[in-house]
T-cell receptor, first 114, second 115 residues
Framework: DAGVTQSPTHLIKTRGQHVTLRCSPI?????VSWYQQVLGQGPQFIFQ???????GRGNFPDRFSARQFPNYSSELNVNALLLGDSALYLC?????????????FGPGTRLTVL | QKEVEQDPGPLSVPEGAIVSLNCTYS??????FMWYRQYSRKGPELLMY????GNKEDGRFTAQVDKSSKYISLFIRDSQPSDSATYLC???????????????FGQGTILTVHP
């Protein structure tokens, strides 16, 4: 079975622009989570979606938004990009169980903001 | 103070050595503990998953959780050059509230195993 897929692999934007990142979960998984990983740091939780509903939100500004589609794929949108948004954006897929919910990560999208 | 503290290293060991990686945490609500391995410019790969206190072994890897001390460890036996990567500890509380499903990660420890 295919793992978590993300697109694009790399992206270069300028300050003030908008970006959309995409994620397809593992087949049979209904939950998608998004994380931001700045170079040299561990991933930081942004959102979790389950069955198209937002289930959790991290400490990120409203410039960050996401949604999940009926096929469980997901998009992360970031508006008004700042230099500090440069990072590896990771998508994690899980079954969406209440507890014991193992998250499997995709390869990430590397975003560079100039 | 960060919720999860992890020494970033770097840690360099010879092939065949036993490696010990550690994390401490402050949030007593954490119940699920994970170790991920991340190769350069790749996504994290799940290595070990444990619930509450105790030990878990999988091949050359052993994970230990001591909730009374808020301390978790990962041991790698007979380390190989292919083990060279960044190792991330991650933790999760019982589901609830707006942080549902949230994994809280340490900074990551960079490990190099040289032949």
């Amino acid at each position: 079975d295919a793992g978590v897929t993300q697109s694009p692999t790399h992206l270069i934007k300028t300050r003030g622009q908008h970006v959309t990142l995409r994620c397809s979960p593992i087949s049979g998984h209904k939950s998608v989570s998004w994380y931001q990983q700045v170079l040299g740091q561990g991933p930081q939780f942004i959102f979790q979606y389950y069955e198209k509903e937002e289930r959790g939100r991290g400490n990120f500004p409203d410039r960050f938004s996401a949604r999940q589609f009926p096929n469980y794929s997901s998009e992360l949108n970031v508006n008004a990009l700042l230099l500090g948004d440069s990072a590896l954006y990771l998508c994690a897929s899980s079954k969406g169980q209440v507890n014991s919910d193992t998250q499997y990560f995709g390869p990430g999208t590397r975003l560079t903001v100039l | 103070q960060k919720e999860v503290e992890q020494d970033p290293g770097p840690l360099s060991v010879p092939e065949g050595a036993i490696v010990s990686l550690n994390c401490t945490y402050s949030n007593s609500a954490f119940q699920y503990f994970m170790w991920y391995r991340q190769y350069s410019r790749k996504g994290p790969e799940l290595l070990m998953y444990t619930y509450s206190s105790g030990n878990k072994e999988d091949g050359r890897f052993t994970a230990q959780v001591d909730k009374s001390s808020k301390y978790i460890s990962l041991f790698i036996r007979d380390s190989q050059p292919s083990d060279s990567a960044t190792y991330l500890c991650a933790m999760r509380a019982i589901a609830g509230g707006t942080s549902y499903g949230k994994l809280t990660f340490g900074q990551g420890t960079i490990l190099t195993v040289h032949p």
